[in-house]
């Protein structure tokens, strides 16, 4: 056999060993900007819910321990303390607020007068309704079109609050966002409510579209915003496994794991805020899946999820000047199909490359979880590192595992994102 048989010969036999071999020197994006992508929705103004009977001693105290800076709930005036709420959340956790605008409820030049009375330090955005495409109102569009057209010239056209961002309404079916139109011209970001029904959050969708997928949902999104970036009003997952409802549960165990990969997934699209849906279960009901999105139960205990993203955000944090992240040189090689990664950077100089499987954990038609096997990776560091240091959020705020001056780890990937702290010399 000639050198060159025997070279090609030896590269397929290595192939047959190595499933593939991720490599790159890859710029980093800043940590604290993953923390701040994301955001709860809530209904502090609820006055027969949870979030109203226990706001002091549970909702407030754990909005701020989860480390979120951003909520999502509605526009109304003062009912039941709810314009203090806002303003005593971002005095004590730094929490800025979306209200969504519905004509049915207010008009324009009243919520207006809201945002400047709450206070624009504290309002952030106004969102154009939600869902309004099932508002049951047959010119639904053409109304539509309209409001979303007059808030945007309310609060842009008040020096008071032309700083506040405006996002397009949120809809749903596919068809919606082209029916309404492009409204770039009076929003600065275009909105979705993309749901997953239970699939995982890396899901390909159904069909050559990719129906139902992330993607998919941007691009139906896109016809209504054909110039604006996206963000997500509403996305999650609920814990009614037994429901008929074709928007399928996952048990709480899959929910945690799910729920971090999303909003690193959207943070991967380039998605700038996602909100997650939400924070709490409103009321006690167990077979209802709309009051069981919640984060935390009924009751204020801790859903897994909860603990897993507030480690999550906890480890990450890192809030100061805006910096420019650097570039880690570094190899992920072995088993590494369906391995995803974000790779962040702190103003220390620190990496942490966030590593997960995105794979399917439960089947929502059978019921049935699903065997997710670990898959040994190597990363081999050709930036020099003076520790590593890995943590499982999931799992706990402590470190799992530490090694000083690596140049090789190897790491067992589960569908479970952990992060690997990667300090400089």
Same mark, same amino acid.
């Given at each position: 056999?000639?050198?060159?048989?025997?070279?090609?010969?030896?590269?397929?036999?290595?192939?047959?060993?190595?499933?593939?071999?991720?490599?790159?020197?890859?710029?980093?994006?800043?940590?604290?900007?993953?923390?701040?992508?994301?955001?709860?929705?809530?209904?502090?103004?609820?006055?027969?819910?949870?979030?109203?009977?226990?706001?002091?001693?549970?909702?407030?105290?754990?909005?701020?321990?989860?480390?979120?800076?951003?909520?999502?709930? =509605?526009? /109304? *005036?003062?009912?039941?303390?709810?314009?203090?709420?806002?303003?005593?959340?971002?005095?004590?956790?730094?929490?800025?607020?979306?209200?969504?605008?519905?004509?049915?409820?207010?008009?324009?030049?009243?919520?207006?007068?809201? /945002?400047?009375?709450?206070?624009?330090?504290?309002?952030?955005?106004?969102?154009?309704?939600?869902?309004?495409?099932?508002?049951?109102? =047959?010119?639904?569009?053409?109304?539509?079109?309209?409001?979303?057209?007059?808030?945007?010239?309310?609060?842009?056209?008040?020096?008071?609050?032309?700083?506040? @961002?405006?996002?397009?309404?949120?809809?749903?079916?596919?068809?919606?966002?082209?029916?309404?139109?492009?409204?770039?011209?009076?929003?600065?970001?275009?909105?979705?409510?993309?749901?997953?029904?239970?699939?995982?959050?890396?899901?390909? +969708?159904?069909?050559?579209?990719?129906?139902?997928?992330?993607?998919?949902?941007?691009?139906?999104?896109?016809?209504?915003?054909?110039?604006?970036?996206?963000?997500?009003?509403?996305?999650?997952?609920?814990?009614?496994?037994?429901?008929?409802? =074709?928007?399928?549960?996952?048990?709480?165990?899959?929910?945690?794991?799910?729920?971090?990969?999303?909003?690193?997934?959207?943070?991967? *699209?380039?998605?700038?805020?996602?909100?997650?849906?939400?924070?709490?279960?409103?009321?006690?009901?167990?077979?209802?899946? *709309?009051?069981?999105?919640?984060?935390?139960?009924?009751?204020?205990?801790?859903?897994?999820?909860? @603990?897993?993203? @507030?480690?999550?955000?906890?480890?990450?944090?890192?809030?100061?000047?805006?910096?420019?992240?650097?570039?880690?040189? *570094?190899?992920?090689?072995?088993?590494?199909?369906?391995?995803?990664?974000?790779?962040?950077?702190?103003?220390?100089?620190?990496?942490?490359?966030?590593?997960?499987?995105?794979?399917? +954990?439960?089947?929502?038609?059978?019921?049935?979880?699903?065997?997710?096997?670990?898959?040994?990776?190597?990363?081999?560091?050709?930036?020099?590192?003076? @520790?590593?240091?890995?943590?499982?959020?999931?799992?706990?705020?402590?470190?799992?595992s530490s090694q000083t001056y690596p140049k090789q780890l190897d790491i067992d990937?589960?569908?479970?994102?952990?992060?690997?702290?990667?300090?400089?010399?």
């Amino acid at each position: 056999m000639s050198f060159w048989a025997k070279l090609v010969a030896s590269i397929l036999v290595l192939g047959l060993f190595s499933s593939s071999v991720q490599a790159a020197e890859e710029k980093a994006r800043r940590a604290d900007d993953f923390v701040d992508s994301v955001g709860v929705n809530t209904h502090l103004y609820y006055n027969e819910s949870v979030y109203y009977k226990r706001y002091n001693d549970l909702i407030k105290p754990k909005l701020v321990e989860l480390g979120v800076r951003h909520i999502r709930d =509605g526009c /109304v *005036y003062n009912l039941n303390g709810y314009m203090d709420r806002l303003r005593e959340l971002k005095e004590l956790g730094g929490i800025r607020a979306t209200l969504v605008c519905d004509p049915r409820d207010i008009k324009v030049d009243a919520a207006v007068d809201l /945002v400047k009375e709450i206070g624009t330090d504290v309002i952030e955005a106004v969102q154009a309704t939600n869902e309004y495409n099932l508002s049951g109102n =047959g010119n639904w569009a053409s109304d539509l079109r309209n409001f979303q057209r007059q808030l945007w010239q309310g609060i842009k056209g008040d020096g008071a609050t032309s700083g506040v @961002k405006v996002y397009g309404p949120s809809l749903v079916e596919a068809g919606a966002y082209a029916a309404l139109g492009d409204m770039s011209e009076y929003q600065d970001y275009g909105a979705m409510n993309n749901y997953m029904s239970g699939r995982n959050p890396g899901n390909s +969708g159904w069909g050559s579209d990719g129906y139902g997928s992330l993607d998919w949902n941007v691009r139906s999104t896109k016809k209504a915003s054909l110039s604006d970036p996206i963000v997500t009003t509403e996305t999650g997952y609920h814990q009614v496994t037994s429901t008929g409802n =074709g928007h399928k549960g996952v048990p709480e165990d899959i929910a945690a794991k799910y729920t971090p990969r999303l909003v690193l997934e959207q943070f991967n *699209y380039g998605i700038p805020r996602t909100y997650i849906y939400e924070f709490i279960n409103t009321y006690n009901n167990p077979g209802s899946l *709309y009051m069981n999105f919640g984060l935390l139960r009924n009751d204020g205990s801790e859903k897994p999820a909860y @603990k897993a993203l @507030k480690n999550l955000f906890n480890l990450l944090k890192d809030p100061g000047a805006s910096f420019s992240p650097g570039s880690l040189d *570094y190899v992920l090689s072995g088993d590494t199909e369906d391995v995803h990664h974000t790779l962040l950077q702190k103003q220390d100089g620190t990496f942490y490359l966030v590593l997960w499987l995105e794979k399917s +954990g439960y089947n929502v038609d059978t019921k049935k979880w699903l065997d997710v096997p670990t898959q040994k990776v190597t990363l081999t560091l050709n930036t020099e590192i003076s @520790k590593a240091t890995i943590y499982v959020p999931n799992d706990s705020s402590s470190m799992k595992s530490s090694q000083t001056y690596p140049k090789q780890l190897d790491i067992d990937v589960s569908d479970r994102a952990q992060v690997i702290e990667l300090a400089g010399k």
